[in-house]
């Protein structure tokens, strides 16, 4: 990667896109890079769309990706990858959570989830990397480190030490989340390798 992007984190409240947007934000301030991010929260506590923008580079004005113009998309829930495809360009890249979480809509049976998401996402002229964040986040021990997982997998696609990402969780995570943090961290780094 250039030294310069854009980052668009996706999801839905509770799956912890906020922390995982300001692991990476600080992890890019460590390094040297001017770094901008934005958020916008909707209907978080109901489960609704949360989105966090991030652009880094020698200098940065704006945190805020027009269409069409995000070089990452963080997805942390497969529906979320789909609904952001605008802000995409031939060569994005995806790092896409593999779980599904319900819309109110479907959970009570007035719609369905599509089928083949992940197969709508690989016919574009994007890179898309699944990430079965939530069953790495179960096997280091704890299903709330699935956004450090993702974190993980996104660290490996920008020019940051892994050392910087390791000292930004031990400093903003709790101390006695840290650890399962830090493994989380590793294990989604393997996935993307």
């Known amino acids: 990667m250039e030294d310069t992007g854009n980052i668009l984190f996706s999801g839905v409240g509770g799956q912890g896109i906020l922390l995982a947007s300001e692991i990476t934000v600080y992890a890019l301030l460590s390094a040297g890079y001017d770094a901008k991010k934005s958020e916008v929260h909707g209907m978080a ?3 609704g769309s949360v989105t966090a923008q991030l652009r880094y580079g020698k200098k940065v004005y704006s945190p805020l990706i027009e269409p069409g113009c995000a070089d990452i998309q963080m997805a942390f829930e497969m529906m979320e990858a ?39 996402l690989t ?4 890179v898309v990397v699944p990430v079965d964040a939530f069953d790495i986040a179960k096997e280091v021990g ?33 101390e006695r989340f840290r650890d399962v943090n830090l493994q989380a961290f590793a ?3 393997k996935v993307s390798e």
Not at 101 to 117: F, N, R
Not at 148 to 156: C, D, E, F, N, Q
């Open 123 to 126: 016919e574009r002229d994007i």
């Open 82 to 120: 789909v609904r952001y495809l605008p802000y995409l360009h031939a060569g994005s890249k995806v790092i896409v959570n593999t779980q599904k979480i319900l819309p109110p809509s479907v959970a009570t049976g007035q719609a369905e989830y599509p089928k083949d998401v992940l197969q709508h």
């Open 187 to 189: 294990a989604g780094r």
């Open 45 to 47: 506590q109901r489960g």
């Open 142 to 174: 704890e299903i709330k480190t699935a956004n450090v997982v993702m974190v993980g997998a996104l660290s490996v696609f920008l020019p940051i030490d892994p050392a910087i990402y390791e000292e930004v969780i031990r400093t903003r995570v709790p």
